[in-house]
């Protein structure tokens, strides 16, 4: 197992009270699904320095997108063979099943294409799970980006803007677990409590010198995750065992303690 926890210790919550935000892309896939498609089928290179001017920070990710987009012609053959090839990360239904067996609930986030995430999801038996991306029109061989969660206040001029969504959708009272691996996902790293990184991501957070858990593949956030939450149970049944909170005793004159009390004599 790869993981190294970054710079200060890393403090993972309840299974009982986060929920785990996972990108996509080179996340939940072994292959970036938008990259390949425009890399095969670009009509020219132009988009290698549309993509440059992205990695360089000029422009965001709904830029670089749609003119990237632009330049695809793909037929519907060719795009199901395209999506056929994509693999899951091997640890992708082990990760899931396990945030599935403990109660937490999963949200994928991406700047991919809603139809091909679900396309790829239901043939690997993920169907079920949360997706909240961009959407494209297909038509004539040619894809036209649209982007329903993007945010005029985003400061990353992201196609999809994943920290609003975070806001969207996320339940109360839970912390929030991300995993992710490119510079789309670094607005959303801030925003989480708990960041899981490789590649690109891992680099930015480096960069701006935020903590994170760097990962190999998606058996290690689980294993990571396991790991930490076995421990606090084993530290809360310690604490039920060996310290059990004292019962006063009315008949020696003990006080009973009053709503708010907080006992201090089991760790003076």
């Known amino acids: ?22 990108d996509f892309d080179g996340t939940l896939t072994q292959q970036d699904v ?27 990710s709904r830029q670089c997108l749609t003119e990237q987009l632009d330049l695809v012609r793909i037929s519907p053959a060719e795009l199901d063979a395209l999506l056929t090839g994509i693999t899951l990360d091997p640890g992708t239904v082990a990760l899931i099943e396990a945030m599935e067996s403990r109660g937490v609930p999963v949200v994928v986030l991406s700047d991919c294409v809603e139809l091909f995430i679900r ?76 960041v899981f990184a490789k590649g690109v991501l891992a680099q930015c957070l480096d960069k701006e010198s935020l903590p994170y858990v760097r990962y190999s593949t998606l058996h290690d956030v689980t294993h990571y995750l396991a790991a930490a939450w076995q421990s606090a149970a084993m530290a809360e049944a310690y604490v039920a065992t060996a310290h059990p909170s004292p019962v006063p005793d009315a008949a020696r004159g003990e006080p009973v303690p009053s709503p708010g009390y907080r006992d201090t004599r089991a760790t003076a």
């Not at 926890?5 to 993972?12: L, Q, T, W």
């Not at 938008?34 to 965001?60: C, N, P, T």
């Not at 982007?147 to 994943?162: I, Q, S, V």
Request: glycine share 10%; hydrophobic share 35%.
């Open 119 to 194: 396309l790829i999801l239901e043939r690997h038996g993920l169907g079920r799970l949360s997706v909240r991306s961009n959407t494209a029109v297909f038509h004539n061989h040619r894809l036209k980006l649209q982007c329903p969660h993007e945010n005029a206040r985003c400061t990353f001029g992201a196609a999809h803007c994943k920290c609003a969504s975070m806001d969207v959708l996320g339940q109360g009272g839970r912390r929030s677990i991300y995993v992710g691996d490119g510079r789309s996902d670094l607005c959303a790293s801030m925003k989480a409590d708990v």
């Open 34 to 60: 938008l990259d390949e498609l425009i890399a095969r089928y670009a009509i020219d290179d132009s988009w290698r320095v549309i993509e440059q001017r992205w990695q360089r920070g000029e422009v965001g």
């Open 1 to 22: 197992m790869n993981v190294q926890p970054k710079r200060s210790a890393i403090g993972v919550p309840s299974s009982g009270r986060c929920q785990l935000w996972i």
